[in-house]
C-alpha cells in the first residue's frame, strides 16, 4: 500500500494513529455505528418514497400508430419505425407468411441497437453478443438480463398498427 | 486562538499554592490537581516552581502512548488519555522530559494539565493565571509579556532531544533556549543551566 501514501520516511502506523486529530484517519466504533444507522435510514426512506411511487403509478397511454402494410416486407424482411415516440426505436420482422414480430431496438444491457440474424433467426446485439429470441425477446445469451419489450402489433385491413409496448 | 499565550515564570513564584487549588475546583478533574508544583534545594532554599503542561508540538507522551490515548488537538492543546483507551502503563509518565502526566492510580488513567480546556477553548482563562498573585504563571497577550525583563522562549533542550512548546518559558533575555544537561542532573551536582547550542 505504500504507493498510496505522501512521501514520508514516517512508519505507517504513525500516520494511521497520528497524535493529532486533525491527521487521525482511525475510525471509531461509534463514527461507524453512526453511518451504518444513518446509511440504514436513508435506505429505508428511499424504499418507502419507491413504494409511494408504486403506488401512484399509472399505466401509460400508448398511441395506436399504422406502421407497415400487409405483404410490404417479404418473409425474412425487416423494417425499422419508432414506436411510441420518435426516439424510441423498433424493429420489426416478418417471420411467416401473416406473422409479424416487433421489439425495440434497445438491447436491455447498455442499449445498443440489436438487428436481425437471418442465419441464425434470433435478434443479436454487436455491442457484448447479446442474443435474443425471435419468439417472445427473451434473452437466449449474454449479459442483458431482462428481455427486449415486445411491440403489440394488430392487423386491421391491409394495415399494420402498434397498439402498446408490453415489457 | 484568542490571542493569549501562557508564559511561565518560575522565578516569580512565591510558593502559596494558589494555582493547585485553583486546579482542583475545576469540574473535570474535581479535588485532582495537575499543576507540577516542585521545591528548588530545598535544604538550602524557599525557592518553588508552579508549572503547567508545555503543551509540546510533537508531544513526546502522545508518541509514547502504545494504546494510542493521548491526542493533541488542532489548537495545539495536548489533553489527558481517552478513558476508554489508557491502559495506565506509565509510557508517557516516564516519557515526558518535563514529568508533566500524572498516573491517576485509582481511575487508572493518566490525567494531565489540558490548560483548562473548558475554560481556554471559550477565550476565558486557565484557573490557575487567574489565581496566581505574581504572575507566575500569566495567561496574557504576547505584547503585555513584552514589557517584562526577562524573554520567553519556547525552546527546550534536553540533551539531544529539542523540543519546541506552545507554552512559554520566562528566561533570561540574552537566552534563546533553555537547555538542560541531563546526564549532568543524574549525577545530582552542578544543577546548571548549560547554554544553548545553535
Given at each position: 500500500?505504500?504507493?498510496?501514501r505522501?512521501?514520508?520516511?514516517?512508519?505507517?502506523?504513525?500516520?494511521?494513529?497520528?497524535?493529532?486529530?486533525?491527521?487521525?484517519?482511525y475510525?471509531?466504533?461509534?463514527?461507524?455505528?453512526?453511518?451504518?444507522?444513518?446509511?440504514?435510514?436513508?435506505?429505508?426512506?428511499?424504499?418507502?418514497?419507491?413504494?409511494?411511487r408504486?403506488l401512484?403509478?399509472?399505466?401509460?397511454?400508448?398511441?395506436?400508430?399504422?406502421?407497415?402494410?400487409?405483404?410490404?416486407?417479404?418473409?425474412?424482411?425487416?423494417?425499422?419505425?419508432?414506436y411510441?415516440?420518435?426516439?424510441d426505436?423498433c424493429?420489426?420482422?416478418?417471420?411467416?407468411?401473416?406473422?409479424y414480430?416487433?421489439?425495440?431496438?434497445?438491447?436491455?444491457?447498455?442499449s445498443?441497437?440489436?438487428?436481425?440474424?437471418?442465419?441464425?433467426?434470433?435478434?443479436?446485439?454487436?455491442?457484448?453478443?447479446?442474443?435474443?429470441?425471435?419468439?417472445?425477446?427473451?434473452?437466449?445469451?449474454?449479459?442483458?438480463?431482462?428481455?427486449?419489450?415486445?411491440?403489440?402489433l394488430?392487423?386491421?385491413?391491409?394495415?399494420l398498427?402498434?397498439?402498446?409496448?408490453?415489457? | 486562538?484568542?490571542?493569549?499565550?501562557?508564559?511561565?515564570?518560575?522565578?516569580?513564584?512565591?510558593?502559596?499554592r494558589?494555582?493547585?487549588?485553583?486546579?482542583?475546583?475545576?469540574?473535570?478533574h474535581?479535588?485532582?490537581?495537575?499543576?507540577?508544583?516542585?521545591?528548588?534545594?530545598?535544604?538550602?532554599?524557599?525557592?518553588?516552581?508552579?508549572?503547567?503542561?508545555?503543551?509540546?508540538?510533537?508531544?513526546?507522551?502522545?508518541q509514547?502512548?502504545?494504546?494510542?490515548?493521548?491526542?493533541?488537538?488542532?489548537?495545539?492543546?495536548v489533553?489527558?488519555?481517552?478513558?476508554?483507551?489508557?491502559i495506565?502503563?506509565?509510557?508517557?509518565?516516564?516519557?515526558c522530559?518535563?514529568?508533566?502526566?500524572?498516573?491517576?492510580?485509582?481511575?487508572?488513567?493518566?490525567?494531565?494539565?489540558?490548560?483548562?480546556?473548558?475554560?481556554?477553548?471559550?477565550?476565558?482563562?486557565?484557573?490557575?493565571?487567574?489565581?496566581?498573585?505574581?504572575?507566575?504563571?500569566?495567561?496574557?497577550?504576547?505584547?503585555?509579556?513584552?514589557?517584562?525583563r526577562?524573554?520567553?522562549?519556547?525552546?527546550?533542550?534536553?540533551?539531544?532531544q529539542?523540543?519546541?512548546?506552545?507554552?512559554y518559558?520566562?528566561a533570561?533575555?540574552?537566552?534563546?533556549?533553555?537547555?538542560?544537561?541531563?546526564?549532568?542532573?543524574?549525577?545530582?551536582e552542578?544543577?546548571?543551566?548549560?547554554?544553548?547550542?545553535?
Open positions: 500500500m505504500n504507493w498510496l505522501r512521501g514520508t520516511s514516517e512508519p505507517l502506523w504513525k500516520e494511521e494513529f497520528s497524535v493529532r486529530t486533525a491527521d487521525e484517519r475510525v471509531t466504533r461509534r463514527q461507524l455505528t453512526k453511518f451504518l444507522v444513518l446509511t440504514s435510514l436513508g435506505m429505508f426512506v428511499g424504499n418507502i418514497w419507491i413504494l409511494i408504486s401512484f403509478y399509472k399505466t401509460p397511454v400508448y398511441p395506436q400508430q399504422p406502421v407497415a402494410e400487409l405483404g410490404e416486407i417479404p418473409i425474412g424482411g425487416v423494417k425499422l419505425f419508432s411510441p415516440t420518435k426516439d426505436h424493429i420489426m420482422i416478418r417471420t411467416a407468411e401473416d406473422e414480430v416487433s421489439y425495440s431496438q434497445k438491447c436491455t444491457h447498455l445498443c441497437a440489436v438487428y436481425y440474424s437471418q442465419a441464425e433467426n434470433r435478434l443479436e446485439c454487436p455491442c457484448h453478443q447479446g442474443f435474443f429470441s425471435i419468439k417472445d425477446g427473451t434473452v437466449l445469451q449474454g449479459p442483458p438480463s431482462r428481455p427486449l419489450p415486445r411491440i403489440v394488430e392487423t386491421r385491413g391491409e394495415q398498427v402498434a397498439i402498446e409496448v408490453k415489457g | 486562538m484568542f490571542g493569549y499565550e501562557f508564559y511561565v515564570d518560575p522565578s516569580r513564584c512565591i510558593g502559596c494558589s494555582c493547585l487549588q485553583a486546579c482542583e475546583e475545576c469540574d473535570t474535581r479535588g485532582k490537581s495537575m499543576i507540577n508544583f516542585d521545591f528548588i534545594e530545598r535544604e538550602e532554599s524557599i525557592r518553588s516552581a508552579a508549572y503547567v503542561c508545555w503543551h509540546c508540538d510533537e508531544p513526546t507522551c502522545a509514547v502512548c502504545p494504546a494510542d490515548a493521548i491526542k493533541k488537538g488542532e489548537d495545539g492543546i489533553h489527558s488519555s481517552l478513558k476508554p483507551r489508557c495506565a502503563c506509565n509510557n508517557c509518565v516516564l516519557a522530559p518535563f514529568g508533566i502526566p500524572k498516573m491517576m492510580i485509582p481511575e487508572q488513567q493518566m490525567m494531565k494539565c489540558d490548560m483548562c480546556y473548558d475554560r481556554t477553548s471559550i477565550g476565558k482563562r486557565p484557573m490557575c493565571a487567574t489565581v496566581c498573585p505574581s504572575q507566575a504563571l500569566s495567561y496574557v497577550r504576547p505584547e503585555e509579556i513584552a514589557s517584562r526577562e524573554k520567553p522562549t519556547n525552546i527546550f533542550y534536553f540533551g539531544s529539542k523540543i519546541t512548546t506552545k507554552v518559558m520566562m533570561p533575555a540574552e537566552r534563546e533556549a533553555i537547555a538542560l544537561d541531563v546526564v549532568d542532573y543524574m549525577w545530582e552542578n544543577h546548571e543551566l548549560v547554554a544553548a547550542r545553535d
